[in-house]
């Protein structure tokens, strides 16, 4: 089944360590994000890659990096200068950056140790 | 960055009562989409919206593209218990279309 896959479900970080979260997309989707959901809060964008081997910024960036070098995939490494970084992580993908609707993953809740 | 205003914030209903939400914003949208999220998941697209005017079902499911393009409305008809869980509304700007602004979301409790 065509579908996008964050993993793990869970994670647990410890205070000055980096994280790495996981998404795969099988959809041949051109185009991947990263939000980030805090409880009673609508989504924040924190990257985004219009393709392979490109990311943008998006509104809340600071303290997360990723990379796409692979159209499937498109990992976000929550880092030590992300001071506040317990949350419900969301990855989506859509056909392209323009009008196409974005389709999410299960996603990860992230909690410090 | 902005996020849209979404409305209510919560509602709370009988089963088979109908249902009515909408976002509403300060700048002009060329798409609206609606999604639902239970507990623990990731958003489910339920409809997408691409022309002013636009009106769309799914299901019992009705949503609207307003004529100003800065608002959207999604209506439930005949709630049921698997209806329950949130509703976010997310558009695009003209400007910047490459980003989705989402609500806050609408979180939907019926009472059997």
């Known amino acids: 089944d065509g579908g996008i896959t964050q993993s793990p479900k869970y994670l647990f970080r410890k205070e000055g360590q980096n994280v790495t979260l996981s998404c795969e997309q099988n959809l041949n989707h051109d185009a991947m994000y990263w939000y980030r959901q805090d409880p009673g809060q609508g989504l924040r964008l924190i990257y985004y890659s219009q393709i392979v081997n490109d990311f943008q910024k998006g509104d809340i960036a600071e303290g997360y990096s990723v990379s796409r070098e692979k159209k499937e995939s498109f990992p976000l490494t929550v880092t030590s200068a992300q001071k506040n970084p317990t949350a419900f992580y969301l990855c989506?993908?859509?056909?392209?950056?323009?009008?196409?609707?974005?389709?999410f993953g299960d996603g990860t809740r992230l909690s410090i140790l | 960055g902005q996020q849209l205003n979404q409305s209510p914030q919560s509602m709370f209903i009988q089963e088979g009562e109908d249902v009515s939400m909408n976002c509403t914003s300060s700048?002009?949208?060329?798409?609206w989409l609606w999604y639902k999220q239970d507990p623990g998941e990731g958003p489910v697209l339920l409809i997408a919206?691409?022309?002013?005017?636009e009106l769309t079902s799914n299901g019992r499911l009705t949503a609207q593209f307003g004529i100003t393009r800065k608002d959207s409305f999604l209506n439930i008809s005949a709630s049921i218990p698997s209806d329950v869980g949130i509703y976010f509304c997310a558009g695009r700007r003209i400007q910047g279309a490459q980003k989705l602004v989402f609500g806050q979301g609408t979180r939907l409790t019926i009472n059997p």
């Open positions: 989506a993908s859509s056909e392209t950056v323009s009008n196409q609707p974005q389709h």
């Open positions: 700048s002009i949208f060329n798409t």
């Open positions: 919206l691409y022309k002013a005017g």
